[in-house]
């Protein structure tokens, strides 16, 4: 069976559990107002965070979790420490499905972000 191809990221949350799509919708909803100039849009299946067509952040759900990518492995590595308890991969980690969201860190992510694309 082929998984849903999603149009929008309201057919993604419209998908997904009403605890998931609330943390779904906070953590791209402060991203939008906190950096106005940043698009979301459906890339790869799932809801990610656009500048200029570059990817600076994507969220998705999963059974037991949600995952969190700034699509660098140097912005994971310089905010390990920040990160805490959340499991980390190289390029993403993983919060709870009912994140009590952290809205200083998921900013200072998106930040470090749009610096490393503005390097680049």
Known sequence: MKPA?????????AAQDA???????????????EFPEL??????????IHR????VAGVCAYKNHLTFSPWSPQIIEEFKARLGKLVVFKNCFQIPVDWTMDH????????ARLAELDRN
């Open 104 to 111: 200083e860190l998921l900013h200072d992510l998106v930040r």
């Open 19 to 33: 605890t998931k799509q609330e943390t779904l919708q906070s953590v791209i909803d402060s991203i939008l107002v």
């Open 52 to 55: 200029g067509g570059k990817y």
């Open 39 to 48: 698009e979301s849009k459906i890339s790869w299946n799932v809801p990610t």
């Open 5 to 13: 191809k999603f149009q929008s990221i309201e057919d993604y949350l």
